[in-house]
């Protein structure tokens, strides 16, 4: 349920998730039903909010995988562009 304490700009869309992480919005929608990024809230309409907390510390981690060689397909990530 949406936070309504909290302003919208607070919240960003999978689409604006995918920027900051640098996957497709698909990717994120299958990242979030995987678990590995998970909605600070869903609208009404159903549409997954996130925090930009959230996306920063999905794409700090996808960063820490590629420099250390860990993760990849099989952790999956071949959704990554």
Do not use: W
């Amino acid at each position: 349920m949406l936070d309504e304490t909290k302003p919208a700009t607070e919240y960003l869309t999978a689409a604006d998730v995918r920027r900051v992480v640098g996957v497709t919005p698909a990717a994120v929608r299958a990242l979030a039903a995987r678990g590995k990024l998970i909605p600070a809230a869903v609208t009404v309409g159903g549409v997954h909010l996130y925090t930009h907390q959230t996306a920063e510390r999905y794409a700090a981690e996808g960063a820490a995988r590629q420099r250390g060689g860990g993760g990849g397909a099989a952790d999956g990530d071949s959704e990554r562009s």
